[in-house]
């Protein structure tokens, strides 16, 4: 997994799996583009992502985490629960503001 810290007013923890970096996704209205300049991060392991994942809830982060491994690194986490997970084209993808 790619993990990107994006500092701003309020931090942006971007998470993503490495293979889907670069593509582009859409479905009907919705899209979904996982572009480098804002995905490309860090390789982390699942339990590194965890933990970053949690340290970052206490933070007043937003996080955008796209990809199957991602998604159940958040929701092992406790960031996230089934009902705040989307798909497009069967990729999901979960956005948090915290």
């Known amino acids: ?9 309020r931090d942006v923890l971007t998470i993503c799996d490495k293979e889907l970096l670069g593509k582009y996704f859409e479905e009907g209205k919705n ?6 300049n804002f995905f490309k991060g860090d390789k982390k392991t699942e339990s590194e992502v965890i933990e970053i994942i ?10 955008n985490i796209v990809g199957e491994r991602s998604i159940n ?3 092992k986490s406790g960031i996230i629960t ?5 798909k497009i ?10």
């Open 54 to 63: 949690k340290h970052m809830a206490t933070e007043d982060a937003t996080f």
């Open 1 to 9: 997994m790619l993990v990107n810290l994006i500092k701003s007013y």
């Open 73 to 75: 690194a958040a929701l």
């Open 89 to 98: 084209q069967g990729i999901p993808f979960a956005l948090v503001l915290m």
């Open 82 to 86: 089934q009902r705040g997970i989307k």
């Open 31 to 36: 899209q979904l583009d996982i572009k480098e």
